[in-house]
DNA sequence: GAATATATGTCAATAACACTGACCAATTTT
DNA sequence: AAAATTGGTCAGTGTTATTGACATATATTC
């Protein structure tokens, strides 16, 4: 191949991180993304329903009464992006809405048993990946990919990740 | 089906890996891809450009010479999608085709100077982020996210990212 | 109690990015 | 000569997102 012209360029960055393994990392972002997301979409298309869905019904049901507020602070989309997929999913009972106790202009979100069906679905495809990924990988890999991950991550949002983990210690 | 809760869920599974773990690192996967992809997105505005312009200016400038069915392989989209995007990038000239010598039927894309500027301008700023989270990892941590990484992209498309490293040993 | 702020929803118009299907042209392979 | 490959294009459609304007209910503050 031609090479060399954009690519062998050694841009040395004061960190002692060739240029290339940080090429190597946004590929690695790229591609592991692509086919994560992509392994559930054979199931998003047998209800009709699209990546958006499924980023809605993931959120929902990893925080039962969520607020759309807090939803789209996660997703970070515009309301009217999420009504309309919103609705849908409340239309079609995947999705409750209930109205907050304590402030009742919230409406709290939670998946009904078809919506937590549906999760199921799809999670367990997603973690079926991840978990052979991590097991041929290793615990130390293990622990090396998620301290890199949180990293990336924006440093405010770091705390949305999965917060089981602090709350159960 | 519908088995037990959704969430109560040790549901535990044969590796040994925790149902929080595997979350955990769906949670991740999302977050860190949604910052690290909206890394670019204020210099993508200014040339009122998307997402999908700056792929393909990745992967040309990382494969030059690449062919329009190689880049389709990779992006996995069809050629009625890169087309329309691909189009305008040359047309504004930021890549340019080249008939291959040998096959004229192909045509090869390279990064123009201009395109190059671009490609620097989005990448550094993806890499910046990279580094940063390198850093702080340290080297271990490093070599467990590539791991890992590589571990959940689909095994035919693992020696899609980034040749070099295996190339120039 | 009135004014203001907050949380949510909705209408309308628009854009980016993807899709399918059908077809064409140039070129290479068999 | 026939078939396969590579790439391009036309036409129509769908999903997911955007901005802006406005409405409603509720909570908070002065």
Do not use: W
């Not at 790229?30 to 869905?53: I, K, M, P």
């Not at 969520?66 to 515009?78: C, D, R, Y």
């Not at 919506?115 to 290793?138: I, M």
């Amino acid at each position: 191949m031609s090479d060399q012209q954009t690519r062998g360029r050694p841009r040395v960055n004061p960190l002692f991180l060739r240029d290339e393994d940080l090429r190597e990392a946004i590929e690695l972002l790229f591609f592991a993304y692509r086919d994560f997301t992509g392994e559930a979409d054979a199931v998003l298309d047998a209800f009709d329903f699209g990546r958006a869905h499924h980023r809605i019904i993931y959120f929902v049901g990893a925080n039962p009464g969520i607020s759309v507020g807090e939803l789209l602070a996660i997703l970070k989309i515009t309301k009217q992006s999420l009504s309309r997929v919103l609705s849908q999913l409340v239309d079609e009972a995947f999705i409750t809405q209930e109205t907050d106790a304590n402030d009742r202009r919230r409406r709290r979100l939670y998946l009904t048993d078809k919506g937590a069906s549906l999760e199921r679905q799809l999670t367990d495809r997603q973690s079926r990946r991840v978990a052979a990924a991590f097991r041929d990988a290793g615990a130390d890999a293990v622990a090396g990919f998620r301290t890199v991950m949180r990293g990336i991550i924006n440093e405010e949002d770091r705390d949305r990740v999965l917060r089981y983990r602090d709350e159960a210690s």
